[in-house]
């Protein structure tokens, strides 16, 4: 069976979830990760929702073991380990912008992605339009940091 657009798409997705997940050793309740990409630039980004609270991946500890027993860290988030993170979901990022190129679909320039790991289920928000290329001082950080914030206020 030939795959298609559709399957490549969310083989791709649901790599960027298990490199997310491993990174927290599954201890992590909903992943939020952030995809964009506009004219020659790509951004990734994720963070977690562990034990009820919202965290930023070099914050994962403290949503783990508590914020005052820092000295018995559980997880790796070296320097070194988030920017592997981020490289291969910057690389799941340009293949599925080959795939987009391969099949003649448009590519999205955002996508926030939404995993619940108990119910096993990704849901995904897809923008199309120019985000912050046409802006002087946005850029995907700012978006990502919204977007964390939005969260973390509704939890």
Known sequence: MTKVFEDYFSDLQAD??????????????????????????YAFDVFYRINN????KHKVN????????????ILNVSEERQEALLDIGIKDLQEIHKYCKEFGR???????????????????????????????ELLPDDIFDLWYEEIKSNS
């Open 106 to 136: 448009e590519m999205p320039t955002e996508m926030k992605l939404h995993y619940d790991v108990k119910k096993n289920s990704l849901k995904g928000q897809y923008k199309y339009d120019l985000v912050y290329s046409e802006d002087d």
């Open 16 to 41: 960027m979830v298990s490199i997310c997940l491993e990174y927290v050793h599954n201890k992590a309740d909903d992943i939020y990760i952030y995809c964009s990409y506009e004219p020659e630039m």
């Open 62 to 73: 403290e949503a783990i073991i508590g914020e005052n027993d820092q000295e018995n860290t």
């Open 53 to 56: 609270k919202v965290v930023l």
